[in-house]
């Protein structure tokens, strides 16, 4: 430790040895462009014509008050210093002097008044989110973010962005080592939007208050539950600009980064094209008819991830949870009966509704389980069967 002092740069050496204590171990971290860098004090300089204005106000307070500041406790020190009792000085009176207290109150009048003018200036451009060439809609959920295209080029798009999971097993194991650059702020799905345009980001949340912040684009707006609340931002140069969920909001507040990526107009058209047909081949046609080997395929999946925890792989249930296996509902021909009890439930709920299921996902857990086990019916279920049964 002694060390640290004779460094010349000791702060620095003392903050990083502060560091190296807590974490346990020096973490190899350098500077994220378009994110944090590493000691970074002061706001970034932005890439919006926003953040840029929010950056010298900023400035330009910080100066005002440290000049205010040191003339205040100068005047204050001195006065204090060289008028004190030890050199016999006698306390002035000036009690009710006009000339004083009109100066004392149209000087700080003043100063306000200069600092509101510009301030409003830039807070009232913040709020103006008229006229966006691209909407999009920012939900928070604990604890990733929703992004759907309302309105522009690319409406209709809609993804969620989580972290990326490998950077996520990272923090579990104690982010020893050399670090990704990008660490806890790469995400699978970056917001995508174009470079110059006006972008109205409206934000919601879905269970617990989260707020949308990228400080380089000068953003930063609460996502409240069943609320609506707006900003925008016009970024000025390609680039991706990362920012994180800026109200406490759960365990893992600390793992729903934002990433956007701005691009140009033709790269966005690109993305948009590309997207969309993504989403298209995700899309099942429910009016597709399955061969058998294909539709179990895909029910095998589908009971894994959504029956299995109740109805066990086996099929057999336990206790209250009945057996799939042999259960006179799933034999039946009348496919109707099975279809109803997925959609609707059973029990009050005990066996849960799946109707959030795809037409296609419960036609094919519902091929599987008529095809599993000792139930050997060789029927399908098509996922028009279950369209239909949707309105009865
Ligand atoms: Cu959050």
């Not at 604990?142 to 309302?150: E, R, T």
Request: aromatic share 8%; glycine share 6%.
């Amino acid at each position: 430790m002694k060390s640290i002092w004779r460094n010349k740069n000791w702060p620095a050496s003392l903050l990083l040895a502060a560091g190296a204590m807590i974490g346990g171990a020096a973490h190899a971290v350098s500077d994220l462009p378009g994110g944090p860098s590493v000691r970074q004090l002061n706001m970034p300089i932005g890439v919006t014509k926003i953040a840029q204005e929010q950056h010298f106000l900023h400035t330009v307070m910080m100066i005002l008050c440290t000049v205010i500041f040191v003339a205040v406790f100068a005047v204050m020190f001195y006065s204090i210093w060289k008028h004190r009792k030890s050199v016999g000085h006698k306390a002035a009176n000036f009690h009710e002097s006009v000339v004083v207290e009109v100066i004392w109150t149209i000087v700080p009048f003043l100063i306000v008044i200069l600092m509101a003018l510009p301030a409003t200036k830039v807070l009232v451009a913040q709020k103006d989110s008229t006229n966006a060439d691209l909407t999009v809609k920012t939900t928070g959920y604990q604890w990733k973010w929703g992004y759907d295209y309302i309105k522009g080029e690319g409406e209709g798009l809609a993804f969620i962005s989580t972290l990326d999971s490998s950077q996520r097993a990272m923090s579990d194991a104690g982010a020893k080592g050399e670090m990704p650059v990008d660490y806890l702020f790469k995400v699978d799905n970056p917001l995508v939007v174009p470079v110059d345009k006006k972008i109205r980001v409206i934000t919601t949340a879905n269970d617990v208050i989260h707020a949308f912040a990228v400080p380089q684009l000068g953003v930063k707006q609460d996502a409240i539950p069943g609320f609506v609340r707006d900003t925008w931002f016009r970024a000025e140069k390609v680039g991706d600009y990362y920012g994180q969920c800026q109200e406490l909001c759960g365990k893992e507040h600390a793992y729903m980064p934002i990433h956007v990526k701005v691009v140009s107009a033709a790269d966005y058209t690109t993305w948009v094209d590309a997207k969309r047909k993504e989403a298209a081949a995700k899309l099942d046609d429910p009016t597709k008819v399955w061969a058998l080997p294909e539709i179990l395929a895909r029910g095998e999946k589908v009971y894994a991830a959504n029956c299995a925890a109740c109805h066990q792989a086996n099929g057999k249930g336990a206790g209250p949870i009945k057996p799939l296996d042999g259960a006179a509902v799933v034999l039946d021909t009348d496919h109707a009966k099975q279809i109803q009890v997925l959609l609707k439930g059973q029990n009050n709920g005990a066996m849960p509704s799946w109707k959030q299921l795809s037409d296609t996902d419960l036609a094919a857990v519902a091929s599987y389980t008529k095809n599993s086990w000792s139930n050997k019916t060789g029927q399908i279920v098509q996922p028009a069967e279950v369209l239909a049964q949707r309105s009865k």
